[in-house]
C-alpha cells in the first residue's frame, strides 16, 4: 500500500467523483441530497466535468433533471424511477449487482439469480482487508454498484495506481458496459440513464489515466 498517493490532489478528485457517483446510486434523492447537489459549490463541479466532451451530455442532463425536481411530486416520481430500477428484481429492473452480470451459471426460467454470491464474498473480504464495512443502513450485498464505486473512492487515496487499476478492472469494469446498456433498455426516464452512461464514460477515462501512468 501506498500512502504517498493520499496527499494526491488528482487522487483526491478521483476519489470525490468515485463517492459522488456511489451516493447517486446507494439511495434515492430526498430533499437534503438535493440541495447538496445543486449548491454553488456542486454546480462549480458540474460545469468542471462538463468540461470533459465525453462527459458533457450525460452532466448536461442530470444537472437539467435536478431543476426540475422543484416539488415533491418530482422528487417522489425520481424516487419511484429508482425503485423500479435497482429495488425490484423484475425484467424491467436493472438490478446494480455485479454478481449478476458475471455468473457463469445460466439462470433457469423463473429462478432468482444468487445474491449474496461470489462477488459478494469477494467483496466483503477486500472491505475486511480495508477496515471498512457496509454500513447498516445500507442492507445491500456488497457487490452492489454503489459499494464497489466507493470502495474505489477509497483506494483512490490508499492505494498505488497499480492496484487501483487492477481492482477496477477486475470488479467492475468487467460487468459495467453491461449494465449500462440494461438501464438504457429499461429506464423510462432520464436521469439514471444520464448517471450511467456518465459513470461508465468516468470508469473508462479513468482506467485510461492510469494505464497511462504506469
Not at 30 to 57: M, R, V
Not at 97 to 119: C, H, I, N, R
Amino acid at each position: 500500500m501506498s500512502t504517498a498517493t493520499a496527499a494526491n490532489p488528482v487522487n483526491q478528485a478521483r476519489s470525490t467523483i468515485y463517492q459522488l457517483l456511489s451516493s447517486l446510486f446507494a439511495k434515492e434523492i430526498d430533499h437534503k441530497t438535493l440541495h447538496e447537489l445543486t449548491s454553488t459549490q456542486a454546480q462549480a463541479f458540474w460545469s468542471q466535468l462538463a468540461a470533459e466532451p465525453s462527459f458533457k451530455a450525460d452532466v448536461d442532463v442530470i444537472v437539467a433533471e435536478f431543476a426540475k425536481l422543484n416539488s415533491d411530486k418530482a422528487l417522489l416520481e425520481l424516487a419511484a424511477d429508482y425503485c423500479g430500477l435497482f429495488l425490484v428484481g423484475t425484467k424491467h429492473s436493472a438490478s446494480p449487482y455485479a454478481s449478476l452480470y458475471l455468473t457463469d451459471k445460466p439462470v433457469a426460467k423463473g429462478d432468482e439469480p444468487l445474491l449474496f454470491g461470489e462477488q459478494h464474498q469477494q467483496m466483503t473480504q477486500f472491505l475486511k482487508q480495508s477496515q471498512l464495512q457496509v454500513q447498516s443502513e445500507f442492507p445491500e450485498p456488497a457487490d452492489h454498484l454503489a459499494v464497489i464505486l466507493a470502495y474505489v473512492a477509497h483506494i483512490n487515496m490508499h492505494s498505488s495506481n497499480q492496484e487501483q487499476l487492477k481492482f477496477i478492472r477486475d470488479n467492475l469494469a468487467n460487468w459495467l458496459a453491461t449494465f449500462v446498456a440494461k438501464v438504457a433498455k429499461v429506464d423510462t426516464g432520464n436521469f439514471y440513464i444520464a448517471l450511467a452512461q456518465l459513470t461508465l464514460a468516468w470508469v473508462n477515462s479513468d482506467l485510461e489515466w492510469l494505464e497511462s501512468e504506469g
